[in-house]
């Protein structure tokens, strides 16, 4: 019998980092939504959503850390999945331990690993067992800054107009690097080569998307020259991607507070990618903090 193969997401990740609400953003995108789904029983789920009657084009399946077998349980069942021409994405929501103790403790519910321990000991567990799906993920979201309605347009971001194959989507993300790094960078820029707008007085309180501010950081010695190079690697990386089949991608641009040299080059390379063809979404992390 001919069969319909379906676009399928697997959406894991941290207890309380938030599958149950990127799970109802992709019920109400029109995704069929499996929750709690063992791992096993993914190529099942394939099979009967492929079938010519009653096809089911898009599905996401939850699944979590409970089955000790989990992370060679999830390894197989997507070999499996790949082997008959399926190639599944996984979705992998991630969050601080700080955030996550404070999201157990405001429901007042143990988490699924701690047994006789505390919410950190289950935290710690699960965290170790989802080393190696949180690496092979095609998307990391943090959610540790995010509420429900942030949470939920990251995941229209990413899904809304999926129907099919989807080509490469970037977010390149300008940060502080006295906040500390963006957990679900993929790509990391450094751009405290460059001298700091923050030291010239009418620059400092304007920020990277500012006329001044831009023309001040590009106009500076290997501005241009970092932006040409880093530009070549990033299209380099791109083919690559797209051979790997790997659909999303963040890239990182810090610089000391996020506010001047990160943002000014981070809509570049934003611009860049986009005259590539990617589909682009630039965001700035710390600004505004200061």
Same mark, same amino acid.
């Given at each position: 019998?001919?069969?319909? *193969? ?27 939504? $499996? ?15 492929? %079938? ?12 979590? $850390? %409970?089955? %000790? ?6 390894? /197989? ?18 969050? /601080? @331990? ?10 007042? #519910? ?10 950190? @000991?289950?935290?710690? #567990?699960? #965290? ?31 899904? +809304? ?18 906040? +500390? ?37 590009? +106009?500076? #010695? ?6 040409? /190079?880093?530009? @070549? ?5 791109? =083919?690559?991607?797209? %051979?790997?089949?790997?659909?999303? $991608?963040?890239?990182? *641009? ?12 981070? =809509? ?6 986009? @005259? ?5 979404? $630039? ?8």
């Amino acid at each position: 019998m001919t069969q319909h *193969v379906p676009d399928i997401v697997i959406v894991t990740g941290m207890s309380g980092a938030g599958r149950s609400t990127a799970a109802k953003a992709l019920e109400d995108l029109d995704w069929f939504v $499996v929750d709690n789904l063992p791992p096993g029983l993914l190529a099942t789920m394939a099979d009967l959503g492929g %079938r010519v009657q009653d096809a089911v084009p898009r599905i996401a399946v939850v699944v979590d $850390v %409970r089955s %000790r077998a989990f992370t060679s349980d999830l390894h /197989s069942a997507i070999g499996e999945l790949e082997a008959r021409g399926t190639h599944p994405r996984v979705v992998f929501l991630e969050a /601080s @331990d700080d955030a996550l103790v404070r999201r157990f403790e405001s429901v007042r #519910r143990p988490h699924p690993l701690q047994a006789d321990g505390r919410i950190p @000991d289950g935290i710690a #567990r699960e #965290r170790a067992q989802l080393l190696e799906i949180r690496a092979a993920a095609d998307l990391v979201i943090d959610t540790t800054n995010l509420n429900v309605h942030q949470l939920r347009a990251k995941v229209v971001d990413a899904f +809304g107009d999926t129907g099919g194959e989807s080509s490469l989507r970037a977010t390149v993300v300008s940060f502080g690097y006295k906040y +500390g790094l963006p957990v679900d960078a993929d790509l990391v820029v450094d751009c405290r080569f460059l001298p700091n707008p923050h030291w010239v007085p009418e620059l400092r309180p304007q920020n990277g998307r500012d006329e001044a501010v831009r023309d001040y950081v590009l +106009g500076q #010695r290997g501005a241009k020259e970092f932006l040409d /190079s880093y530009t @070549d690697v990033l299209r380099l990386l791109i =083919e690559g991607y797209e %051979r790997e089949g790997k659909h999303y $991608v963040t890239l990182a *641009v810090g610089c000391t507070g996020g506010k001047h040299r990160s943002v000014a080059m981070a =809509e570049q390379f934003g611009q860049r990618l986009r @005259d590539e063809g990617v589909d682009v979404q $630039v965001a700035h992390r710390d600004l505004g903090r200061e």
